[in-house]
């Protein structure tokens, strides 16, 4: 018996299927897309009026296990993850102990297992301990299951360094990752400077100590002739400089998270720390740049961030919380409300933003497309049902959130993952 997809008018990156089709799913992979499939014995979903995605996927999530499980566990985030229409999220290496180990990585992918809702990919440390000091055994740590290296959270400073463990990924074909935030030039800054740090008195963090990382990496990249992978871009000069380069041949990728494209530093006025973020929210011609450099190219992806913390850590003044929002269970209506709705981008735009491009970049076959023999994970939305994001709706063990109260575009209906709904509205 397997679930079967009657009336799905499926969303690719490529193309809308205009006329409706059944899908069906059979031992986890899409056996059959076609109309009039005949029900049988199977579990039927009736996706009538619907949108059929591939599954999203979000390559930049925080799950705080192990370390700090009263943040969020694998098994939360999960359920955080499958709640906002993703089937595959990969986690980064910042948990305590860090991922720089096989041990860790075969810790979380069990457990991962066990949960049973989506799938997770560890992200593996470019550098012992995230200290900047000593590469990871990253050979090993592809053998446990990692398909990309980050030190997220912060940069690797050592250019040296880098540049090592760009040669290596470049040999054992895993993606580099970077988070562009130079310390030494954000200097304790926690929010962006500018106007608003000035006027309210916060020290600010200069768009420099991001563009200075992301020039470095690109010129790293362009001489190794090797993939670097940006996380979350927050500047309109950082979308000239990747443009720059792709039009040069240079193998950089870029993503962008939707506080970044929905949110300016005005916000932080409030002094509400969950607006609180690395790299921190920029001002409204930045947020501007990077709407449109998500629709010409420039941006490859679209990530969630989801960094979760407790109440108790971020309700302290705000130079001291840390940084980060959660994101899982907003990103999907955040950019079908300010990314689809106002045309900036078109539903299967966003679907290559947030599935098929995500895919590619970090080398997930069979997933990113709805297609016969592709994995069966397919998330069904309804693009015009509006809801209103609540502090009690986040199945998230983390509530901090600086949409809690805005009207959101597009409900997920149902996740499915490997052919099993895993989240049902
Ligand atoms: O705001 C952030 N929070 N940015 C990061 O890079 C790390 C993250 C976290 O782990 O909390
Ligand atoms: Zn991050």
């Given at each position: 018996?397997?679930?079967?997809?009657?009336?799905?008018?499926?969303?690719?990156?490529?193309?809308?299927?205009?006329?409706?089709?059944?899908?069906?799913c059979?031992?986890?992979?899409?056996s059959?897309?076609?109309s009039?499939?005949?029900?049988?014995?199977?579990?039927?979903i009736?996706?009538?009026?619907?949108?059929?995605?591939?599954?999203?996927?979000?390559?930049?999530?925080?799950?705080?296990?192990?370390?700090?499980?009263?943040?969020?566990?694998?098994?939360?985030?999960s359920?955080?993850?499958?709640?906002?229409?993703f089937?595959s999220?990969?986690?980064?290496?910042?948990?305590?102990?860090?991922?720089?180990?096989?041990?860790?990585?075969?810790?979380?992918?069990?457990e991962?297992?066990?949960?049973?809702?989506?799938?997770?990919?560890?992200?593996?440390?470019?550098?012992?301990?995230?200290?900047?000091?000593?590469l990871?055994?990253?050979?090993?740590?592809?053998?446990?299951?990692?398909?990309?290296?980050?030190?997220?959270?912060?940069?690797?400073?050592?250019?040296?360094?880098?540049?090592?463990?760009?040669?290596?990924?470049?040999?054992?074909?895993?993606?580099?990752?970077?988070?562009?935030?130079?310390?030494?030039?954000?200097?304790?800054?926690?929010?962006?400077?500018?106007?608003?740090?000035?006027?309210?008195?916060?020290?600010?963090?200069?768009?420099?100590?991001?563009?200075?990382?992301?020039?470095?990496?690109?010129?790293?990249?362009?001489?190794?002739?090797?993939?670097?992978?940006?996380?979350?871009m927050?500047?309109?000069?950082?979308?000239e400089?990747?443009r720059?380069?792709?039009?040069?041949?240079?193998?950089?990728?870029?993503?962008?998270?939707?506080?970044?494209?929905v949110?300016?530093?005005?916000?932080?006025?409030?002094?509400?720390?969950?607006?609180?973020?690395?790299?921190?929210?920029?001002?409204?011609?930045?947020?501007?740049?990077?709407?449109?450099?998500?629709?010409?190219?420039?941006?490859?992806?679209?990530?969630?961030?989801?960094?979760?913390?407790?109440?108790?850590?971020?309700e302290?003044?705000?130079?001291?919380?840390?940084?980060?929002?959660?994101?899982l269970?907003?990103?999907?209506?955040?950019?079908?409300?300010?990314?689809?709705?106002?045309?900036?981008?078109?539903l299967?735009?966003?679907v290559?933003?947030?599935?098929r491009?995500?895919?590619?970049?970090?080398?997930l076959?069979?997933?990113?497309?709805?297609?016969?023999?592709?994995?069966?994970?397919?998330?069904?939305i309804?693009?015009?049902?509006?809801?209103?994001?609540?502090?009690?709706?986040f199945?998230?063990?983390?509530?901090?959130?600086?949409?809690?109260?805005?009207?959101?575009?597009?409900?997920?209906?149902?996740?499915?993952?490997?052919?099993?709904?895993?989240?049902?509205?």
């Amino acid at each position: 018996m397997g679930l079967l997809i009657k009336n799905a008018v499926i969303v690719n990156a490529d193309k809308i299927w205009e006329k409706p089709q059944d899908i069906l799913c059979i031992d986890g992979k899409i056996s059959q897309i076609a109309s009039g499939i005949a029900a049988g014995t199977h579990e039927v979903i009736d996706a009538a009026g619907k949108k059929v995605l591939p599954g999203l996927i979000d390559i930049h999530t925080h799950l705080r296990q192990p370390g700090r499980e009263d943040k969020e566990t694998i098994e939360t985030g999960s359920r955080a993850a499958v709640k906002g229409g993703f089937t595959s999220i990969m986690c980064m290496p910042n948990t305590n102990p860090v991922i720089d180990n096989a041990m860790v990585v075969e810790f979380i992918t069990r457990e991962a297992q066990r949960v049973g809702l989506c799938n997770v990919y560890p992200i593996g440390a470019i550098t012992k301990g995230q200290q900047d000091g000593e590469l990871t055994d990253m050979a090993e740590l592809k053998a446990a299951g990692c398909l990309a290296f980050s030190d997220d959270g912060k940069s690797v400073l050592n250019s040296r360094l880098f540049r090592l463990a760009m040669e290596y990924a470049k040999m054992l074909d895993v993606l580099i990752i970077e988070h562009c935030q130079d310390p030494l030039l954000t200097a304790g800054g926690v929010m962006n400077e500018g106007i608003v740090s000035t006027r309210i008195g916060l020290k600010g963090d200069p768009g420099i100590a991001e563009t200075v990382t992301v020039a470095r990496d690109i010129e790293i990249a362009h001489y190794l002739n090797a993939r670097v992978h940006l996380a979350h871009m927050s500047l309109k000069r950082s979308c000239e400089l990747i443009r720059f380069a792709k039009t040069q041949g240079i193998k950089v990728t870029a993503e962008a998270c939707p506080h970044h494209f929905v949110l300016t530093d005005e916000v932080c006025s409030s002094f509400d720390t969950s607006t609180k973020v690395n790299p921190p929210l920029r001002s409204k011609e930045d947020v501007e740049a990077i709407k449109k450099a998500i629709a010409d190219g420039t941006i490859d992806c679209i990530v969630t961030d989801h960094a979760p913390h407790t109440k108790e850590d971020k309700e302290v003044g705000f130079d001291g919380a840390p940084f980060g929002l959660i994101g899982l269970e907003t990103s999907l209506g955040l950019t079908v409300t300010e990314l689809v709705k106002p045309g900036i981008i078109d539903l299967p735009k966003m679907v290559d933003k947030m599935s098929r491009a995500p895919a590619r970049i970090v080398g997930l076959a069979n997933k990113g497309e709805i297609k016969q023999g592709h994995d069966a994970d397919i998330t069904i939305i309804d693009p015009d049902k509006e809801w209103t994001v609540t502090q009690e709706g986040f199945v998230s063990k983390s509530k901090n959130s600086p949409f809690i109260g805005r009207r959101l575009k597009a409900q997920v209906e149902y996740t499915i993952c490997g052919g099993k709904v895993v989240y049902k509205a």
